[in-house]
């Protein structure tokens, strides 16, 4: 692996060729310093509808919200829209560089131990944990269609009274820090097993114009991603998030992001090495 930190990608103004790991540390402060600037945006709308959202259901009947001065009632029609683009375009990409959630989950993982899980094999239950975050969409769109996004409160949406929180904010609150608190074992835990608008933008990843793809007259199958991976995800899969660290990580330069070529991708049903 010593000659495989050799492989060079582009160059500085210098003219000095970066190396592999140059390049993933440049991938990584450019991630994050996006997170950061968009945190600032989407950072008080998560505050807002997880402590003060007095909706059942945040985030999701924003236009009709009487509580004054959440973001949400400008925030929310923007963020639909790029969130269908992106989807679209990238599959899960929001995922990686936007969510206030994951980058909160990424900066309290930091203070976690080695985290073991993510650079040895998952024990056989994650596959299995996997699914949980598709049981809650649909919990989710069960009790959006069925009316349970309705304030709790009984107030004209003319008030100017600021409206208490609703009576599930505390099982709100409880979700948000038991989410940041499993990300100090397992990275992006709620990500991985909980969220449901991960569930519903992967179903667009299948679909996306561009993805990370597996050059199989290259790829050794050495396991290397999902073993490397910050989420311990096989590149292109309907739980990659799009992080793009696979791009440079890989020695033999076989996972590209692009357009998506069928004859480049990984076979649905092939099995990784431990």
């Not at 990238?90 to 990424?106: E, I, N, Y």
């Not at 069960?142 to 996004?149: E, K, N």
């Not at 929180?165 to 609150?173: C, D, L």
Request: hydrophobic share 40%; glycine share 8%.
């Amino acid at each position: 692996m010593e000659g495989a930190e050799q492989n060079t990608y582009s160059e500085e103004p210098s003219g000095r060729r970066l190396t592999r790991r140059e390049a993933m540390e440049r991938l990584r402060r450019l991630r994050t310093g996006l997170q950061l600037a968009q945190f600032w945006f989407w950072g008080k709308w998560l505050y807002f509808g997880v402590v003060r959202c007095p909706f059942v259901v945040p985030f999701v009947a924003c236009d009709h919200c009487p509580l004054h001065g959440c973001p949400g009632t400008w925030l929310r029609p923007w963020t639909v829209r790029l969130l269908l683009l992106s989807s679209l375009l990238a599959g899960r990409v929001f995922c990686a560089w936007t969510c206030p959630l994951g980058f909160l989950q990424d900066r309290v993982g930091k203070f976690g131990a080695k985290k073991a899980p993510v650079r040895g094999a998952f024990p056989h239950w994650d596959a299995a944990l996997k699914w949980l975050k598709y049981g809650f969409l649909v919990f989710i769109l069960l009790l959006i269609y069925g009316g349970l996004t309705q304030s709790s409160l009984d107030l004209p949406l003319s008030s100017h009274r600021p409206p208490p929180p609703s009576s599930v904010a505390p099982i709100r609150i409880l979700l948000a820090f038991g989410a940041l608190l499993a990300s100090l074992v397992v990275v992006r835990a709620w990500c991985r097993y909980l969220c449901p608008l991960g569930a519903l933008v992967s179903f667009c990843d299948r679909f996306s114009l561009l993805t990370l793809r597996r050059d199989l007259r290259k790829c050794t199958a050495c396991g290397l991603y999902p073993r490397d991976c910050p989420t311990y995800t096989t590149p292109g899969t309907l739980d990659c998030i799009a992080c793009g660290e696979c791009v440079y990580g890989c020695p033999r330069e076989a996972i590209t992001f692009g357009p998506r070529i069928p004859r480049l991708e990984p076979p649905t049903k092939r099995k990784e090495p431990p």
